[in-house]
């Protein structure tokens, strides 16, 4: 396995900071999980109290057969319970960017976030909404909707670092579905994603940014990048930006781990300088 390298260019390790793991995630389950707890103790050691994982952390398939073979049942499986020891044994909660679940479609799964608290127990469940189905060009197609089921439901929950909305990768073009998130009191939001080069290159950091500021909140970005098993090349340039729309810490390329401080006072007083999340119109 590559050497992972750690960085956490404009953060600081401070109390009640959050964390971004960027990963470059193969077809093995074991070797994914060992740099995903690399990651997550890294991220502790900094100080941060919640991270994020991106999505396929555990899996970047090469197959749907492959999927189908790992998807878990919802409560349980070696995916689910590895995380769920890893945030017991670091005090940590942890954003489990996306792993394929079972779902009432035996040919497909959902891709399902779940959030584990710091005693290891599973306080949330997403499945991604918005399916990710483009013809970009040569070598560049991408029908999640034949692999995956899509959810239906956004979530929010609470947690120490203020309330928290999900959201997963093509979800970001969405942006009724951050008002959503907004509207059940979201404050931060965590995004594991895994976004294309071309896509990322053109739109990632403005659409991250633009979602911190539309809405006012944290955005916490985690992606996949590098060149996977399965031929894929993923963007990177994981990012935590601030309610201002300031990037507070990124990593351009390469598995590692951005940290930065989280204030929830900043969320009430940049919606107290700006009201524009007040002044909202249309429902």
């Known amino acids: ?159 120490p670092s203020g309330r928290l909305g999900l959201a997963i990768c093509y979800d970001l073009r969405f942006p009724e579905l951050f008002r959503a998130l907004l509207s059940a009191g979201a404050e931060i939001v965590a995004l594991p994603s895994a976004f294309t080069v071309p896509t990322g290159e053109a739109h990632w950091e403005i659409l991250v940014r633009a979602r911190a500021i539309e809405n006012s909140c944290y955005m916490v970005a985690s992606a996949q990048g590098g060149r996977h098993d399965n031929g894929r090349t993923t963007y990177g340039h994981s990012l935590i930006v601030d309610p201002w729309g300031r990037v507070l810490a990124a990593r351009p390329e390469g598995p590692g781990v951005v940290v930065a401080g989280f204030d929830r006072g900043s969320v009430a007083a940049v919606r107290r300088r700006l009201p524009s999340v007040m002044h909202r119109r249309l429902e």
Request: aromatic share 6%.
């Open 1 to 159: 396995m590559e050497q992972t390298k750690h960085s956490q260019e404009g953060g600081q390790a401070l109390a009640g900071s959050v964390a971004a793991v960027q990963m470059c995630s193969g077809s093995d389950v074991g070797a994914n999980l060992a740099a995903a707890r690399e990651h997550l103790r890294y991220a502790r050691a900094q100080g941060a109290g919640l991270a994020v994982l991106p999505e396929n952390f555990a899996l970047m398939a090469a197959s749907q057969d492959q999927r189908l073979r790992h998807a878990e049942a919802d409560g349980g499986g070696p995916i689910q319970d590895a995380i769920a020891r890893l945030a017991r044994e670091l005090s940590l909660w942890v954003v489990a960017g996306t792993l394929p679940m079972r779902c009432g479609d035996p040919a497909r799964v959902r891709s399902a976030c779940l959030v584990f608290d710091d005693r290891g127990e599973r306080v949330a469940r997403y499945d991604k909404i918005h399916l990710f189905d483009v013809d970009l060009g040569p070598g560049e197609r991408y029908a999640e909707s034949d692999a995956f089921e899509a959810g239906e439901t956004p979530v929010t929950i609470d947690t």
